[in-house]
C-alpha cells in the first residue's frame, strides 16, 4: 500500500507512521515527489493497521493492485530519471548505449569507443564476463576487459555499461561500471537480483527470453526491494516461434512497461533481430513504442567479431542510424542526451 503523507507533515509524524507499519510487518520505502512524502509498505504484512488513516500527517492510504509494488507507476506516477557520468534516460531524455556485445582487444574496445562517441551515443557497452550458450565459446577477458573499460572512459568520458554475471563478481563490476547490466538469461536469478539490489549504482535489467512482462517488472522489484531505485527496464526480444530473426522485439512490451512503471525503458534492436540489417527498423520502432534509450551492438569490424558479429553494425551505419535517432527522438518530444545540454543557437 501507499501512505501519502500530507503536505504538512513533520518528521516525527512519518517516523511514528514507520513505526506502526513495521510493527504490522511492513518493510517502507520512501519516494520523496515533488510535492509531498510517499511511502511505499511493502513485504509481508497483511491489511492495513487499524487507525493508520487517523494519524497525524497521514492524508490517505491507497492499495496498490498491481503485484509489483515500487515498480508500479501507481507507487510513483513520475517517470524515474536515470544519471550515471554521461547518460541520462527518462523523463523526457534519451540515451543511446553502444558497443561491441564482448571487449575483445583494447584497440577493439578503443575503436568502437571513439565511434560511438562522435556519433552522439553517451555509454560504451561491453562485456567482459559474457554468458554463453556454448561452453567452448569465447567468455570474455574478465579482469582484464574491466580494465579496458576502465581505459576507454578516461579516453571519451562515456559512461560503462557492463555486465554481471556471477553474484561473487558484483563487486570488482560494480568499482567500474558506471551502469551494471543483468542479462536475459540472468533475469531471474534472485541472488544477484538481491546483489545489485544493495548497491546504488543504476541497473540495467534485459527482460528474460521467455519471461512476461509480470515477470520482468517482478525481478526489478527485487532489486527496489533493496533500496537500489536506480533501474533501467530493457526489452531485447522474446522467443517465439520465428526463425528467421533471433529472437521477437516485442514492441507492445515497450508501451506497455512504460505505462506500467516509472521506471525508464530501453530496447535493444541487435539482440532481439539477431540481423544488423533489422537494427535500423526496430531502433526506429522502438523509439516511436515510447523508449527512453537504445542498446545498439557495434564493432570496428563485425566480420571478424568474437561474438555476435552477425547483428553488429559497422561504424558507418552506426552513424547513419544515429542521425536517424537524432530525428525520431525530437519527433516524440524527447532530447538525445550527450552528455550536456544542446546549444540552441
Ligand atoms: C548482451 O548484451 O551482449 C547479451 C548477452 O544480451 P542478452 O542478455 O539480452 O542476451
Ligand atoms: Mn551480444
Not at 568502437?112 to 551515443?121: D, E, H, K, L
Not at 539490489?197 to 533493496?226: H, S
Not at 534492436?269 to 523509439?287: E, F, M, N
Amino acid at each position: 500500500m501507499i501512505v501519502v503523507m500530507d503536505l504538512r507533515a513533520t518528521e516525527q509524524d512519518v517516523a511514528s507512521v514507520e513505526e506502526v507499519l513495521k510493527k504490522f510487518g511492513y518493510s517502507c520505502h520512501f519516494i520523496r515527489g515533488v510535492e509531498r512524502l510517499v511511502i511505499g509498505a511493502v513485504g509481508s504484512g497483511h491489511g492495513v493497521p487499524e487507525g493508520l488513516e487517523m494519524m497525524t500527517g497521514v492524508e490517505k492510504i491507497v492499495p496498490i493492485m498491481q503485484p509489483f509494488k515500487l515498480v508500479s507507476r501507481e507507487m510513483k506516477p513520475e517517470d524515474t530519471v536515470i544519471e550515471a557520468g554521461m547518460l541520462r534516460l527518462g523523463g523526457g531524455y534519451f540515451s543511446v548505449i553502444a558497443g561491441p556485445c564482448a571487449v575483445e582487444s583494447f584497440t577493439q574496445l578503443s575503436v568502437s569507443a571513439s565511434v560511438v562517441r562522435t556519433s552522439g551515443a553517451a555509454a560504451l557497452r561491453g562485456g567482459a564476463f559474457k554468458p554463453r550458450t556454448s561452453p567452448y565459446a569465447f567468455q570474455g577477458l574478465e579482469k582484464q576487459g574491466l580494465e579496458y573499460l576502465a581505459r576507454a572512459r578516461e579516453e571519451t568520458g562515456l559512461s560503462i555499461v557492463t555486465e554481471v554475471v556471477n553474484p561473487s563478481d558484483v563487486e570488482q563490476v560494480a568499482r567500474i561500471a558506471d551502469v551494471i547490466q543483468i542479462g536475459a538469461r540472468n533475469m531471474q536469478n534472485f541472488p544477484l537480483l538481491r546483489e545489485v539490489g544493495r548497491l546504488r549504482l543504476p541497473v540495467l535489467l534485459k527482460r528474460g527470453l521467455c519471461a512476461t512482462v509480470e515477470e520482468w517488472l517482478m525481478a526489478a522489484e527485487y532489486i527496489l526491494a533493496e533500496g537500489n531505485y536506480n533501474v533501467i527496464l530493457c526489452e531485447r526480444g522474446i522467443r517465439t516461434f520465428e526463425t528467421y530473426t533471433r529472437n521477437t522485439l516485442d514492441v507492445s512490451a515497450i508501451a506497455l512497461a512504460k505505462r506500467l512503471s516509472h521506471l525508464p525503458v530501453i530496447a535493444d534492436p541487435s539482440h532481439a533481430s539477431g540481423s544488423w540489417r533489422l537494427v535500423r527498423p526496430l531502433a526506429l520502432a522502438s523509439v516511436a513504442a515510447g523508449a527512453d534509450g537504445l542498446l545498439i551492438e557495434v564493432h570496428p569490424n563485425p566480420a571478424a567479431a568474437l561474438c555476435d558479429g552477425p547483428q553488429s553494425l559497422n561504424p558507418g551505419h552506426f552513424q547513419e542510424l544515429m542521425a536517424e535517432i537524432e530525428i525520431m527522438v525530437k519527433v516524440f518530444n524527447k532530447t538525445l542526451w550527450r552528455g550536456e545540454e544542446e546549444n540552441d543557437c
